[in-house]
């Protein structure tokens, strides 16, 4: 069902209270679905023989979308259990998925794990050398890869990399060499059901337990060399258990729901996430290219997503820089409707029913304008998802304004990765939400820091029982590296990272995603990375929004032959000056930013400034761009 701002939000209950309080009873429910399943691949096998023909799991390949039943799914796992027999593998053994978010990645994983080996993910952006890193420090055997670039990164580490033995690719036109250990997913998986293994199989799976290790998942190195978060099946059927119990009795999802599965698949929560989907017998459609998500969306009609905070910082952007080039009278509209929309739903949001002449205004401008934005997301969405970064509270607000409910959550790689969410029926703007069940969360009183446990915890860093160590409390708490807060209702607002806090040269502390967050909602402003650890001040590096600035270049007469002479231009930068100062006029005397440089390319996950799920990497930029750094000082 459709989310409807029209109906008053109820009052918040404190989750976090609720679940303390019932923490027996909700023991005692995870464990019988830990004893129930064991595992999400023998979940998936057994809800297969429920579903049978149902369609589950949809992807496109050349510009078509193919669709797999619940039977098929079974069937393809098996194969692949049966081929990596084949191969020579055993219980405990790894395999690695190296790919874009699609159907086999899905099929690798939960086969890899049908006989109990080990999946590793690996981010699609990521280069030869790391993976060639992760193949290595993880032991992987067999590699499972996409397209031809994950191909091409990945051939030549047969011959360098002892563990790797086998090379499967996914995408069928991909152009392989003439090698007997290279070899198609179509023929692997024939290979597979050819031979069988269905009784050793079955076999395996009959010791299946959920204390077995599921995978190793490997952080995104914002802060140095990435580590090897090990996880059993019972931290990531925590996450997902907790997401249907979260939601359970509210009548938000039903087996006819979908999700867009766009937030890549090596990425914690999109992959935990999509295991609570597949226990609710919903369907998952799969967005390769991040840029058609909203494309997607409209076909697929899906009813709720992850995504990152960025992709509702560039609709946003995107709606105000088009409707500024409007004409007046649909200028005007646009505005009225909005200033409707918020008076509206700030009513809405404290619990009380709009009287009726502002509920007839409220209907005239989802007429006009509203259905529009609501319309970029699909007809049928629900909700949609959003952590790994902060998004402005006044974003989240504009969109319920205009019926589309925008919800955060908080996690770590470390802690599979839900700690505190929101939900559609219990949430708070400007929050990260309440504790997920059985995830005990506090806030040290000294640092501030955010510390959990629970079920959903992760064992240790591969082979790196120092930093295991590092990562928790003498008396067991996991350390989580941020710093936040509850309100007084128990939801948990994120304060700044302890890692990222910036000490100026005058001692004061500086919390630089604040000045960031402040900052990136600027349409003109694409990413902005807040500078200036053991120096006098603040400073930043900017990457501006190119299309927008060369746009505005133009209609001010501002000629340029690059990028370099355009940020240049003096009245560029005064241009950017004036966006700074008005957008920290109340920022504290230390907090400002002094001075900035506008930055020619632009931050990406190939270049190494960001991580796939778009957090800024402090150490790269720090280290790529020191001699701007210290010019401004």
């Known amino acids: 069902m459709a989310f409807n701002t029209l109906k008053p939000v109820p009052p918040r209950i404190n989750l976090t209270e609720k679940y303390m309080k019932e923490k027996n009873t909700l023991e005692k429910d995870f464990q019988k679905h830990l004893d129930q399943w064991k595992q999400t691949a023998v979940m998936v096998v057994n809800l297969a023989k429920k579903y049978g023909d149902r369609q589950q799991l949809h992807h496109k390949v050349y510009g078509q979308w193919e669709h797999f039943t619940w039977n098929q799914v079974s069937e393809s796992m098996f194969s692949v259990a049966a081929s990596l027999i084949e191969s020579g593998l055993n219980e405990g053994d790894r395999t690695g998925i190296f790919s874009t978010n699609r159907a086999e990645w899905h099929l690798s994983d939960l086969g890899s794990q049908l006989m109990r080996c080990v999946p590793v993910p690996i981010y699609a952006t990521n280069t030869e050398k790391e993976v060639e890193y992760l193949v290595n420090d993880a032991g992987i055997r067999v590699l499972f890869v996409g397209r031809q670039m994950h191909y091409d990164r990945s051939c030549a580490l047969l011959d360098r990399c002892p563990s790797l033995e086998k090379i499967v690719v996914f995408h069928r036109g991909t152009k392989i060499h003439n090698d007997k250990r290279i070899v198609m997913w179509d023929d692997f998986i024939e290979a597979g059901r050819k031979a069988g293994h269905r009784d050793r199989i079955e076999e395996i799976m009959s010791r299946a337990h959920y204390d077995d290790i599921c995978t190793i998942i490997y952080t995104s190195g914002t802060t140095g060399e990435p580590k090897g978060a090990v996880h059993t099946h019972k931290t990531l059927m925590q996450n997902s258990w907790g997401v249907g119990r979260y939601v359970e009795g509210h009548g938000y999802f039903t087996d006819k729901d979908s999700t867009l599965c766009m937030l890549p698949l090596t990425h914690v929560l999109e992959r935990s996430w999509d295991y609570g989907i597949f226990s609710m017998g919903m369907h998952i459609w799969y967005c390769e290219d991040h840029n058609q998500i909203l494309e997607h969306l409209v076909e697929a009609n899906t009813t709720v997503m992850n995504s990152a905070p960025r992709l509702f910082e560039k609709i946003y952007a995107t709606l105000y820089t088009k409707i500024k080039d409007a004409p007046p009278l649909k200028q005007k509209l646009f505005h009225w409707s909005v200033k409707i929309g918020k008076q509206h739903g700030e009513l809405v949001l404290a619990g009380k029913k709009p009287g009726p002449g502002l509920a007839f205004k409220r209907r005239l401008a989802d007429k006009l304008v509203l259905h529009k934005v609501r319309a970029l997301f699909g007809k049928n969405m629900h909700h949609l998802n959003y952590g790994g970064a902060p998004l402005n509270p006044e974003i989240e607000k504009f969109f319920f304004y205009c019926g589309v409910l925008v919800l955060s959550g908080y996690g770590l790689t470390e802690t599979s990765p839900v700690i505190t969410m929101n939900g559609p029926h219990c949430f708070k703007f400007g929050t990260v939400g309440p504790c997920s069940p059985l995830v005990d969360v506090r806030i040290d009183p000294e640092s501030g820091e955010i510390q959990a446990k629970g079920p959903n915890i992760f064992s ?159 150490k790269v930029v720090k280290d790529k761009y020191k001699d701007l750094i210290d010019s401004m000082y």
């Open 460 to 618: 240790e860093y591969y082979k790196k029982p120092e930093k295991t160590k590092e990562a928790f409390t003498p008396d067991g708490w996991f350390r989580t590296g941020d710093i936040g807060k509850f309100d007084s209702d128990g939801y948990l607002m994120i304060t700044d990272r302890l890692k990222d806090l910036i000490i100026t040269s005058g001692g004061k502390n500086i919390a630089p995603q604040m000045i960031e967050l402040m900052m990136a909602e600027d349409h003109f402003i694409d990413y902005i990375a807040v500078v200036g650890d053991g120096r006098p001040y603040i400073s930043a590096l900017i990457v501006p929004s190119y299309e927008n600035l060369e746009d505005w270049a133009k209609k001010n007469s501002i000629t340029f032959s690059s990028r370099k002479e355009l940020i240049s231009n003096p009245a560029v930068n005064e241009f950017y000056r004036k966006i700074i100062d008005g957008r920290q006029k109340d920022l504290g005397q230390v907090e400002q930013i002094k001075k900035f440089t506008l930055l020619e390319h632009e931050f990406s996950q190939e270049t190494g400034e960001i991580t796939p799920t778009m957090k800024i990497k402090r």
